[in-house]
């Protein structure tokens, strides 16, 4: 593909109702990102995904937040129970492999919860 | 821990040199990059350095010292288009990701 692809682009939501975002990768690009935006924040790592390997999940702040990529691909990020501080830009980003790899980034999600 | 610093914002008039300086606290270090994030939009890749130096490419050149945990972007011949957030950004320990400062807002006027 021509670059890495979010979807929606916007959500809003009501406090406590559920979301699904979805990052559509680079083709061949094996390394997927989650960060979060938050206004006058920086980016905040969320989750790494890197081939087969076990996700590293240290970013994620609470167990309301998962997230999974299916075969090496699309990845969706759940957000349970949303709460209002959750919202924020949430941007995807894929590179060829991890680490020192340039990072491509999406067009991120921006999620308001009323 | 990691902690990334930089300045918050920065001003300059078209033509002129800045720098924008990122200094960085880490355990371990994996490399260094800068990333430009216009207003709205998803941030792009600027530079990479792991080794002490000066990496120049075209009007952007970045430096950086691993025993001072300093690293600097310099943007020449600024140009309006130049003004946007300049993210500096460490390799985290993990080496899974990146670590960003909360950016530098740069404004260029004429």
């Known amino acids: 593909g021509a670059g890495v692809s979010q979807s929606p682009s916007n959500k809003v939501t009501e406090k406590g109702k559920d979301v699904e975002l979805r990052c559509d990768p680079i083709s061949g690009h094996t390394a997927l990102y989650w960060y979060r935006q938050s206004l006058g924040q920086g980016l905040e790592f969320l989750i790494y995904?890197?081939?087969?390997?076990?996700?590293?999940k240290s970013g994620l702040p609470s167990d309301r937040f998962s997230a999974e990529r299916t075969g090496g691909s699309v990845s969706t990020l759940t957000i349970q129970r949303t709460q209002q501080e959750d919202s924020a830009v949430y941007l995807c980003a894929s590179s060829r492999a991890g680490g020192r790899y340039e990072q491509y980034f999406g067009p991120g999600t921006r999620l308001t919860v009323t | 821990g990691q902690n990334i610093d930089q300045p918050t914002e920065m001003t300059a008039t078209e033509g002129a040199i800045v720098q924008i300086n990122c200094t960085y606290q880490?355990?371990?270090?994996?490399?260094l990059f800068w990333y430009q994030q216009h207003a709205g939009e998803a941030p792009t890749f600027l530079s990479y350095?792991?080794?002490?130096g000066l990496e120049e490419k075209g009007r952007f050149s970045s430096f950086l010292s691993r025993s001072k945990g300093y690293s600097y972007l310099l943007l020449k011949e600024l140009q309006m288009k130049d003004s946007a957030s300049y993210l500096c950004a460490a390799i985290n320990q993990a080496g899974t990701a990146l670590i960003f400062g909360k950016g530098t807002t740069l404004s260029v006027s004429s």
């Open positions: 880490t355990s371990g270090f994996n490399g």
């Open positions: 995904f890197q081939g087969n390997s076990a996700p590293d």
């Open positions: 350095n792991v080794l002490d």
